[in-house]
Protein backbone atom coordinates (compact mmCIF):
# COMPACT_ATOMS: atom_id res chain seq x y z
CA UNK A 1 0.00 0.00 0.00
CA UNK A 2 1.56 3.49 -1.15
CA UNK A 3 1.92 5.92 1.70
CA UNK A 4 1.16 9.93 2.55
CA UNK A 5 3.12 11.44 -0.42
CA UNK A 6 4.47 14.96 0.04
CA UNK A 7 6.60 17.44 -2.39
CA UNK A 8 8.68 18.91 -2.51
CA UNK A 9 11.06 17.63 0.12
CA UNK A 10 13.27 20.32 0.83
CA UNK A 11 12.69 24.33 -0.33
CA UNK A 12 14.75 27.04 0.20
CA UNK A 13 13.14 31.09 0.02
CA UNK A 14 13.73 34.32 1.05
CA UNK A 15 10.98 35.85 2.58
CA UNK A 16 8.07 37.61 1.45
CA UNK A 17 8.56 34.99 -1.67
CA UNK A 18 5.46 32.56 -1.82
CA UNK A 19 5.73 28.67 -1.35
CA UNK A 20 3.21 25.48 -2.29
CA UNK A 21 3.63 22.34 -0.45
CA UNK A 22 1.46 19.25 -2.13
CA UNK A 23 -0.18 16.24 -0.42
CA UNK A 24 -1.57 13.06 -1.73
CA UNK A 25 -2.79 10.94 1.37
CA UNK A 26 -3.65 7.25 1.48
CA UNK A 27 -6.45 6.18 -1.17
CA UNK A 28 -9.56 5.91 0.69
CA UNK A 29 -8.66 7.74 3.39
CA UNK A 30 -10.98 10.52 3.92
CA UNK A 31 -9.27 12.99 6.75
CA UNK A 32 -6.01 14.93 6.07
CA UNK A 33 -4.40 17.02 8.07
CA UNK A 34 -1.52 19.58 7.36
CA UNK A 35 1.03 20.19 10.59
CA UNK A 36 3.62 22.34 11.33
CA UNK A 37 7.03 21.25 13.23
CA UNK A 38 9.35 23.84 14.20
CA UNK A 39 12.80 22.01 14.92
CA UNK A 40 13.07 20.60 18.46
CA UNK A 41 8.87 20.88 19.05
CA UNK A 42 6.24 18.40 18.62
CA UNK A 43 3.77 18.49 15.17
CA UNK A 44 1.25 21.47 15.69
CA UNK A 45 -1.87 20.86 13.80
CA UNK A 46 -2.69 23.88 11.20
CA UNK A 47 -5.82 22.33 9.57
CA UNK A 48 -8.04 19.85 9.36
CA UNK A 49 -10.22 18.72 6.15
CA UNK A 50 -12.31 15.62 5.53
CA UNK A 51 -13.02 14.80 2.11
CA UNK A 52 -12.95 18.41 0.97
CA UNK A 53 -14.93 20.14 3.33
CA UNK A 54 -12.35 22.05 6.04
CA UNK A 55 -13.02 20.60 10.03
CA UNK A 56 -11.03 22.52 11.47
CA UNK A 57 -8.51 25.28 10.75
CA UNK A 58 -8.59 27.85 14.34
CA UNK A 59 -5.24 27.26 13.84
CA UNK A 60 -4.09 28.24 10.54
CA UNK A 61 -2.52 31.76 10.27
CA UNK A 62 -4.84 32.64 7.44
CA UNK A 63 -3.52 35.49 6.09
CA UNK A 64 -0.52 34.11 5.40
CA UNK A 65 -1.20 30.48 5.32
CA UNK A 66 -3.94 28.76 3.03
CA UNK A 67 -5.15 25.49 2.21
CA UNK A 68 -7.25 23.49 -0.21
CA UNK A 69 -8.60 19.85 -0.55
CA UNK A 70 -9.91 19.68 -4.46
CA UNK A 71 -12.24 16.69 -5.27
CA UNK A 72 -11.63 15.53 -1.52
CA UNK A 73 -7.88 13.75 -2.45
CA UNK A 74 -5.11 16.09 -3.05
CA UNK A 75 -4.34 18.91 -0.94
CA UNK A 76 -1.88 21.93 -1.76
CA UNK A 77 -0.81 24.22 1.51
CA UNK A 78 0.54 27.40 0.77
CA UNK A 79 2.28 30.12 2.19
CA UNK A 80 2.51 34.26 1.26
CA UNK A 81 4.08 35.88 1.65
CA UNK A 82 6.65 33.89 4.08
CA UNK A 83 8.26 35.16 7.23
CA UNK A 84 11.64 33.80 8.86
CA UNK A 85 9.29 32.11 11.26
CA UNK A 86 7.64 30.03 9.01
CA UNK A 87 11.08 27.78 8.77
CA UNK A 88 9.72 24.59 9.84
CA UNK A 89 8.81 20.87 8.33
CA UNK A 90 4.96 21.08 6.94
CA UNK A 91 3.95 17.30 7.88
CA UNK A 92 0.87 15.83 5.96
CA UNK A 93 -1.17 12.95 7.38
CA UNK A 94 -4.06 11.21 6.44
CA UNK A 95 -6.59 8.30 8.32
CA UNK A 96 -9.76 6.60 7.81
CA UNK A 97 -12.68 8.59 9.43
CA UNK A 98 -13.71 5.67 11.61
CA UNK A 99 -10.19 5.28 13.14
CA UNK A 100 -9.06 8.99 12.73
CA UNK A 101 -6.70 8.17 16.33
CA UNK A 102 -4.49 5.96 13.50
CA UNK A 103 -2.78 8.80 11.35
CA UNK A 104 -0.50 7.82 8.55
CA UNK A 105 2.50 10.59 8.20
CA UNK A 106 4.05 11.59 4.95
CA UNK A 107 8.23 12.67 4.95
CA UNK A 108 7.09 16.36 5.08
CA UNK A 109 8.78 19.20 3.39
CA UNK A 110 11.25 20.95 5.39
CA UNK A 111 11.30 24.64 4.33
CA UNK A 112 14.00 27.38 5.54
CA UNK A 113 12.95 30.53 4.71
CA UNK A 114 15.91 32.99 4.36
CA UNK B 1 -7.99 16.46 24.44
CA UNK B 2 -6.19 16.10 27.91
CA UNK B 3 -2.41 17.04 28.35
CA UNK B 4 -0.06 14.37 28.51
CA UNK B 5 3.92 14.99 30.19
CA UNK B 6 6.53 13.09 29.23
CA UNK B 7 10.25 12.70 30.55
CA UNK B 8 12.81 15.13 27.60
CA UNK B 9 15.15 12.37 27.22
CA UNK B 10 16.16 8.21 27.99
CA UNK B 11 18.49 6.24 27.37
CA UNK B 12 18.63 2.35 26.70
CA UNK B 13 21.15 -0.38 26.09
CA UNK B 14 20.53 -1.98 23.33
CA UNK B 15 18.89 -5.46 23.53
CA UNK B 16 17.25 -4.26 26.84
CA UNK B 17 13.79 -3.60 27.60
CA UNK B 18 12.89 0.57 26.81
CA UNK B 19 10.29 1.38 29.35
CA UNK B 20 8.60 5.14 28.73
CA UNK B 21 6.37 6.48 30.78
CA UNK B 22 3.90 9.09 29.97
CA UNK B 23 1.93 10.91 32.51
CA UNK B 24 -1.95 12.05 31.31
CA UNK B 25 -3.67 12.64 34.75
CA UNK B 26 -7.08 14.04 33.30
CA UNK B 27 -7.42 11.58 31.04
CA UNK B 28 -11.58 11.52 31.00
CA UNK B 29 -13.33 7.98 30.21
CA UNK B 30 -13.39 8.34 26.52
CA UNK B 31 -10.63 8.88 25.80
CA UNK B 32 -7.37 7.03 24.17
CA UNK B 33 -3.92 6.75 24.63
CA UNK B 34 -1.96 6.71 21.48
CA UNK B 35 1.75 6.53 20.93
CA UNK B 36 3.93 7.36 18.07
CA UNK B 37 7.48 7.99 17.63
CA UNK B 38 9.30 9.94 15.06
CA UNK B 39 12.80 8.60 13.49
CA UNK B 40 15.12 11.82 12.47
CA UNK B 41 14.43 13.40 9.49
CA UNK B 42 11.14 11.22 8.92
CA UNK B 43 7.11 11.62 9.70
CA UNK B 44 5.38 10.00 12.91
CA UNK B 45 4.85 6.71 12.67
CA UNK B 46 2.16 5.07 14.55
CA UNK B 47 3.30 2.61 17.09
CA UNK B 48 -0.08 1.68 19.42
CA UNK B 49 -3.75 3.29 21.66
CA UNK B 50 -5.15 1.63 24.16
CA UNK B 51 -8.60 2.94 26.39
CA UNK B 52 -8.29 0.71 29.57
CA UNK B 53 -6.74 -2.76 28.98
CA UNK B 54 -3.12 -3.58 28.39
CA UNK B 55 -2.02 -3.69 24.24
CA UNK B 56 0.40 -5.70 22.44
CA UNK B 57 1.64 -5.68 18.62
CA UNK B 58 4.39 -6.46 16.63
CA UNK B 59 6.53 -3.05 17.87
CA UNK B 60 5.35 -2.74 21.31
CA UNK B 61 3.26 -2.86 24.66
CA UNK B 62 1.12 -0.21 26.19
CA UNK B 63 0.48 -0.76 30.01
CA UNK B 64 -2.23 1.68 30.86
CA UNK B 65 -3.00 1.55 35.18
CA UNK B 66 -5.93 1.35 36.45
CA UNK B 67 -6.97 4.40 37.40
CA UNK B 68 -5.62 5.47 33.65
CA UNK B 69 -3.89 8.42 34.74
CA UNK B 70 -0.59 7.53 33.57
CA UNK B 71 0.80 4.84 30.94
CA UNK B 72 3.79 3.03 29.92
CA UNK B 73 4.75 1.92 26.05
CA UNK B 74 7.52 -0.99 26.31
CA UNK B 75 9.70 -1.66 23.72
CA UNK B 76 10.52 -5.32 24.89
CA UNK B 77 14.22 -5.46 23.12
CA UNK B 78 15.57 -1.88 21.85
CA UNK B 79 17.51 -2.11 19.03
CA UNK B 80 19.50 0.78 17.58
CA UNK B 81 16.55 1.60 14.91
CA UNK B 82 14.38 2.68 17.67
CA UNK B 83 16.15 5.58 18.64
CA UNK B 84 13.82 8.13 17.89
CA UNK B 85 11.18 11.00 19.69
CA UNK B 86 8.26 9.20 21.34
CA UNK B 87 5.15 11.08 21.66
CA UNK B 88 1.85 9.94 23.76
CA UNK B 89 -1.69 11.86 22.93
CA UNK B 90 -4.52 11.41 24.71
CA UNK B 91 -7.56 11.71 22.11
CA UNK B 92 -11.20 10.40 21.69
CA UNK B 93 -10.77 7.91 19.45
CA UNK B 94 -12.74 9.86 16.70
CA UNK B 95 -10.31 12.75 16.46
CA UNK B 96 -6.72 12.47 17.47
CA UNK B 97 -5.72 14.05 14.90
CA UNK B 98 -6.45 17.19 16.58
CA UNK B 99 -4.74 16.52 20.25
CA UNK B 100 -1.69 18.46 21.16
CA UNK B 101 1.63 16.66 20.45
CA UNK B 102 3.58 17.81 23.20
CA UNK B 103 7.54 17.92 22.82
CA UNK B 104 8.03 13.97 23.42
CA UNK B 105 10.60 12.01 24.89
CA UNK B 106 14.17 10.79 22.52
CA UNK B 107 15.33 7.81 23.46
CA UNK B 108 18.73 6.63 22.81
CA UNK B 109 19.39 3.47 22.07
CA UNK B 110 23.05 2.97 22.82
CA UNK B 111 25.19 -0.22 21.45
Known amino acids: EAGVAQSPRYKIIEKRQSVAFWCNPISGHATLYWYQQILGQGPKLLIQ????????DSQLPKDRFSAERLKGVDSTLKIQPAKLEDSAVYLC????????????FGEGSRLTVL | DAKTTQPPSMDCAEGRAANLPCNHS???????VYWYRQIHSQGPQYIIH???NNETNEMASLIITEDRKSSTLILPHATLRDTAVYYC????????????FGDGTTLTVKP
Open chain 1, 93 to 104: ASSLVRKTGELF
Open chain 1, 49 to 56: FQNNGVVD
Open chain 2, 50 to 52: GLK
Open chain 2, 89 to 100: IVSHDTNAGKST
Open chain 2, 26 to 32: TISGNEY
